[in-house]
């Protein structure tokens, strides 16, 4: 099936695109939710009066969401949790959890849809995407820590062992 794409849908496609997908994804999601309209022989005219408008509302988005993807690139998440031995979470940190942790630092609204990661279940460092818009992808630090420890940054870690290495062999 041949669709015509009204808005912009992540990973398919900008608005005034003509794209062939699936017949049930196009009739069952994109049609309803108003992504897009079924492609006709008319379609190339429509299509590039959408392209036009849909590029300037993306311009004047980008230009508003650009301070709020400054803020986000910067901001680094702590989670202390509890975790077995081996790293494993008792649990996991949710895209939700993630959320509601940058509405309470930061007072910025986010939907847990634009956050582009599957639950973490371990401990460690990671690099989650918030899709704003198709241009604007900041990626915010997420740190998942043991309860009751304190975190060191791996940066942090690589200069305390450099400098244990060379103490000694200036006692030497």
């Known amino acids: 099936m041949k669709v015509l794409l009204i808005k912009d849908v992540y990973k398919l496609g900008r608005a005034g695109d003509i794209k062939k997908v699936a017949n049930g994804y196009g009739r069952n999601y994109l049609i309803p939710q108003g992504f897009a309209i079924p492609a006709t022989e008319n379609s190339a005219k429509v299509a590039e009066a959408i392209a036009k408008k849909a590029t ?9 969401l650009k301070s709020v993807a400054e803020v986000l690139g910067s901001l680094e998440l702590y989670f202390p949790v509890k975790a077995g031995e081996t790293g494993k979470l008792y649990g996991s940190v949710s895209a939700q959890n ?6 309470e630092e930061k007072g910025i609204e986010v939907d847990r849809h634009q956050l582009v990661t599957e639950p973490i279940r371990n401990i460690g460092d990671y690099m989650v995407p918030v899709s704003l ?3 604007l992808i900041p990626e915010i630090r997420v740190v998942v820590h043991r309860e009751g420890e304190v975190f060191k940054p791996a940066e942090v870690e690589e200069v305390a062992e450099t400098e244990e290495e060379t103490e000694p062999t200036a006692e030497n």
């Open 56 to 64: 300037e509302r993306r311009a004047a988005l980008n230009e508003e």
């Open 98 to 103: 993630i959320v509601d942790r940058i509405k």
């Open 133 to 135: 818009t198709l241009d």
